[in-house]
């Protein structure tokens, strides 16, 4: 059975700083997604990771994916409260089953 | 595009009834997944809809039903209800990748499901 683990779970930062979420998954998969969710609203897709050693970058996110290792990373540079947010990442089982981690509650503090 | 759309948009039951919920998707997709989010977790897939069949299904009861339409939009069907039901329901559309482009699922807005 596919596990997607993320770390950390909760995290909170000051504003200016450099952190990164990891995501680690059990079993091979050729799809690795990011999505953030703003308190009592849906999931926003931020990242779609097709392939080993694929880096996508929007704004101060930035993730890459390493399949060998089955590891994501999620980078955020130089954080603004804005991207207050819990963010996943979930992992494609069969055709378009989506197993998603924990979550990561992100807080920034001005 | 109106995107994913969703209803309703809260939704309280008792213990024991049942409930529909609807989803239309994205224009141009044709695959609808359901995921039920509980508070302060991730969503769990529920079953995938294509072509008007069930294709996949996660570990829930049978208590747990869908249906897809021509127009592929969807229904989650919920008998019995139980306590343990509340959850945020989420419903994810996307084109299929075996006979087209791989892509990513859309996410609906969800609909807030309490059951008392």
């Known amino acids: 059975e596919l596990k997607v683990e993320q770390n950390p779970l909760f995290l909170s930062m000051q504003e200016g700083k450099n952190y990164t979420i990891y995501c680690n998954y059990s079993?091979?998969?050729?799809?690795l997604y990011w999505y953030r969710q703003d308190p009592g609203k849906s999931l926003e897709s931020l990242f779609v990771l097709l392939s080993n050693g694929a880096v996508k970058q929007e704004g101060r996110l930035m993730a890459s994916l390493d399949t060998k290792a089955r590891l994501s990373t999620l980078h955020i540079t130089a954080a603004v409260h804005d991207l207050s947010a819990t963010y996943f990442c979930?992992?494609?089982?069969?055709?378009?089953?989506?197993?998603f981690g924990q979550g990561t509650r992100l807080t920034i503090n001005p | 595009d109106a995107g994913v759309t969703q209803s309703p948009t809260h939704l309280i039951k008792t213990r024991g009834q049942q409930v529909t919920l609807r989803c239309s998707p994205k224009s141009g997709h044709d695959t609808v997944s359901w995921y039920q989010q509980a508070l302060g977790q991730g969503p769990q897939f529920i079953f995938q809809?294509?072509?008007?069949?069930?294709?996949q299904r996660g570990n829930f009861p049978d208590r747990f039903s869908g249906h897809q339409f021509p127009n592929y939009s969807s229904e989650l069907n919920v008998n019995a209800l139980l306590l343990g039901d509340s959850a945020l329901y989420l419903c994810?559309?996307?084109?299929?990748?075996?006979?087209?482009?791989?892509?990513?699922?859309?996410f609906g807005p969800g609909t807030r499901l309490t059951v008392l």
């Open positions: 809809y294509y072509e008007e069949e069930e294709r």
């Open positions: 079993t091979t998969s050729d799809r």
């Open positions: 994810a559309s996307s084109f299929d990748p075996w006979t087209g482009t791989t892509d990513t699922q859309y």
């Open positions: 979930a992992v494609v089982q069969g055709a378009q089953k989506l197993v």
